[in-house]
């Protein structure tokens, strides 16, 4: 019964090692290390640094902490592009 | 451990880390046209299906209430027009609609132009020729009759297949195309959908499966197209439209992988949970059960990531739809796979087995989630595509109110349906009429929400059509929910 | 690229993964099922009206299973004498166990209601015998002509389910699914062969 068999073994180790193996490679060269600037790399130049409508001055306060001066949209999205 | 990636300098000098450098607005914008065809085909196919599988649906909901309507013709019997609407929602509405977003998303995230973009509008026709098809025989009383696997496997499902293959090729080529170094969590979800559903789509549809074991292929197959193709592709959309339009980075880049790898592990195991109590061997119903528990943890993961990116700004919701609809089916998806994983108890499930209890379940997963995230996904990326705005802010809010209500009335109705008639059919003193008369009025209640739903869809659909169809100039000043009090922010001071 | 591959790579393991534990691995233990000497394997008008179970849509609303008495009260309703073994299904392809009870369990449906006549009618309408039952009913089974003809079986209907003018002939169809649908009778013993004694709930 291919339930009971060496053969099972062998294959789940086949299929399963290798991505853990280059899980590893990818941890040990720092390939996983940026986890902060993966989460950024969605937005676009200065667009952090917009002013939000909806912030409050704590929140806007952060921003400016964080990112730099506030900017105003330059394209109005939240008014214009729903 | 010493690695060849970190040792070649010729590599890491030829690539410009672009993490770094921020893409500029214009550059988006060019991404954004560079899938312009598929993304439209696929959006305006969807809307299409969507209108169908509406009507399906709507007539399946009444056929509870007055069985004898439409009872002449095969065609029409209750037992092919649902698995029609389930067939056409699925891989008509949500598919589709679905190849759009990860077409749309891919050349974002990788700073790329999309790769093989015809050849995933070729694919988007293919996928779409194999479903008529599919649904045409379904109707015809040519169906596999399997539970979501209806569609004809000799002449519907290869056209599925070569369909989702061109188009996860062109995701897959875009992917290797990238100028990132990394990969954003979006792009983890989407790409690995396309593999992950050719091989359970092919898997399930094998024609050589007999007695339960065919039942365990069925129910592997089923919950697993929710699990990692309708779900992980809504999870990537919802991932970049969050943090996205609240201009905050997710919450944590870690808690993303373990959403997402603890969803592959356990969410591919679930299947089973559909059989509690069934004729299987009960090591596998056990497993079932336990990777259902499992499921906290990713659902949890993402749960707390989601919320925490939003959490202090719901405000943002008033100022657009994309985002109202995103966080709802974000919160959907937690409601609904924490419902998933108490109805997977043993004690729930005795209960609430083979009763209407499910349809409530897998509309909030299916509507409440997968649906209103490609709501939002559409009112994001349509008026960046046509470089148009959505020409009236009326018709979003009727739309979202519409079928945000009907779907929750009909949740509601549903479940509450369900579980009494679930008392009734556990009850051992009780007749069969009981569980159909208890159940009775919640489905008439069923049928009044799918008629908001349907009423929201046509809104939905009309609007799409000004979009797309009409040069009429939006004169709106504010958001749709603009007027709307913040109940869940603090008072902005000035 | 090793990024791209733990992505392709995990993805690939963790599905096949669960594909080995839920198809690969019960398809093998299960090969060696053998069907209960009482069960009988469904001839061809059996099976043109399983067929037709299935073109229609009847496991939308009807299950084919009884389940495990320990938690649930399938076997005190009537439902059957026992929980119903992989055993019982081998001839099953598709499976049709069903995932709604909107109508009653099928199971044993030949047992309970063993009369044709019965099944006929119901099938063409159900509150006709029902008057409760939201099952709808079938009249596309059947044909409908102003007269019957020679050798022509005549369904004899109630008054108000009764077509104003001619007759309801049953077709081959109807007969099918109906001796289909009396053909569903599990209530001989457990098979308790040692390979299912492994796998009985």
């Given at each position: 019964m291919f339930a009971n068999s060496f053969v099972l073994i062998v294959l789940t180790l086949v299929i399963g090692l290798p991505p853990l193996v280059f899980l590893f490679i990818a941890l040990a060269a720092g390939q996983l290390d940026d986890a902060g600037s993966t989460a950024e790399s969605i937005f676009e130049a200065g667009e952090l640094r917009y002013s939000r409508p909806w912030e409050t001055q704590k929140q806007s306060q952060e921003r400016v902490q964080h990112y730099g001066s506030l900017v105003s949209n330059p394209r109005w999205e939240w008014e214009r592009w729903l | 451990m010493s690695t060849p990636v970190t040792s070649n300098p010729a590599q890491e000098e030829s690539t410009v880390d672009h993490s770094k450098i921020k893409v500029s607005p214009e550059e988006m914008e060019a991404y954004d046209q560079s899938g312009r065809k598929p993304v439209l085909l696929g959006f305006f196919i969807a809307v299409v299906w969507l209108l169908i599988g509406t009507v399906l649906g709507d007539l399946s909901s009444f056929k509870f209430d007055r069985p004898d309507l439409l009872t002449e013709q095969a065609y029409l019997t209750f037992g092919r027009i649902r698995p029609a609407h389930l067939n056409v929602m699925v891989y008509g509405w949500a598919s589709t609609a679905m190849f759009s977003v990860s077409l749309w998303l891919m050349p974002r995230l990788c700073r790329t132009p999309l790769r093989w973009g015809n050849l995933a509008v070729i694919g988007i026709l293919v996928w779409t020729v194999g479903l008529g098809v599919g649904i045409a025989l379904l109707l015809a009383?040519?169906?596999?009759?399997?539970?979501?696997?209806?569609?004809?496997?000799?002449?519907a499902d290869p056209l599925l297949v070569i369909g989702a293959a061109m188009v996860g090729a062109s995701v897959w080529k875009t992917l290797a195309a990238r100028n990132v170094h990394h990969l954003y969590v979006s792009i983890w979800y989407v790409a690995a959908s396309y593999p992950w559903f050719l091989i359970i789509f092919l898997a399930g549809n094998m024609p050589f499966y007999k007695g339960v074991e065919s039942a365990a292929v069925n129910w592997f197959y089923a919950h697993n197209a929710l699990g990692l193709w309708l779900t992980t592709i809504n999870l990537g959309l919802i991932y970049y439209l969050l943090p996205k339009i609240i201009g905050?980075?997710?919450?944590?880049y870690w808690l993303s992988l373990v959403g997402f790898w603890g969803l592959a592990l356990f969410y591919a195991l679930n299947g089973m949970h559909h059989l509690i109590g069934g004729p299987l061997p009960s090591w596998m119903i056990a497993t079932s059960i336990t990777a259902s528990i499992m499921m906290i943890v990713p659902v949890v993961a993402v749960g707390i990531n989601q919320h925490m990116t939003v959490v202090g700004r719901f405000g943002a919701m008033r100022y657009s739809p994309a985002l109202t609809l995103a966080v709802i089916a974000a919160m959907s998806y937690t409601a609904v796979s924490l419902q998933g994983i108490l109805t997977a108890l043993v004690s729930v499930n005795r209960i609430t087995h083979f009763t209407h209890w499910t349809i409530a379940h897998s509309h909030l997963g299916l509507y409440m989630f997968v649906t209103l995230s490609l709501f939002g996904g559409m009112y994001y990326i349509l008026p960046r595509v046509l470089k148009k705005e959505w020409p009236s802010r009326r018709l979003v809010r009727a739309h979202i109110l519409l079928v945000g209500g009907g779907m929750v009335l009909y949740i509601v109705a549903l479940g509450i349906g369900g579980v009494l008639q679930g008392l009734s059919l556990l009850a051992p003193g009780e007749g069969f009429e009981a569980s159909v008369s208890s159940a009775k009025p919640w489905l008439l209640l069923r049928s009044v929400s799918a008629v908001i739903i349907s009423a929201g869809h046509l809104v939905f659909a009309y609007h799409a059509y000004l979009l797309a169809f009409t040069s009429r100039n939006s004169l709106t000043r504010?958001?749709?929910?603009?007027e709307l009090k913040p109940v869940l922010v603090k008072k902005r001071v000035p | 690229m090793t990024r791209i591959l733990v992505l392709i790579m995990g993805a690939m393991a963790t599905v096949i993964f669960a594909l080995v534990i839920l198809v690969i691995l019960p398809n093998s233990m299960l090969s060696d099922l053998k069907a209960p000497p009482q069960l009988k394997q469904p001839g061809q008008q059996e099976l043109l009206g399983r067929q037709l179970y299935i073109s229609n849509g009847c496991i939308y609303c009807h299950t084919q299973q009884v389940r495990d008495p320990v938690f649930t009260t399938d076997i005190h309703k009537g439902l059957g004498n026992r929980p119903s073994v992989p055993a019982d299904y081998v001839y099953d392809a598709p499976h049709l166990l069903g995932t709604m009870r909107t109508g009653p369990d099928l199971f044993n449906v030949g047992t309970r209601l063993p009369d044709r006549n019965w099944h006929l009618l119901h099938l063409y309408q159900p509150r006709a015998l029902v008057p409760w039952s939201i099952m709808p009913g079938f009249p596309f089974l059947f044909e409908h002509k102003p007269t019957a003809e020679a050798g022509d079986k005549v369904l004899d209907i109630p008054k108000p389910y009764a077509p104003s003018e001619g007759v309801v002939i049953i077709s081959k169809e109807a007969e099918a699914l109906v001796a289909y649908l009396i053909s569903?009778?599990?209530?001989?013993?457990a098979p308790d062969s040692d390979a299912l004694e492994e796998v009985q709930p």
């Open positions: - | 009383g040519h169906g596999d009759g399997l539970e979501w696997l209806e569609l004809d496997r000799q002449w905050r980075p997710i919450y944590s504010h958001p749709p929910f603009y | 569903l009778q599990h209530n001989y013993p």
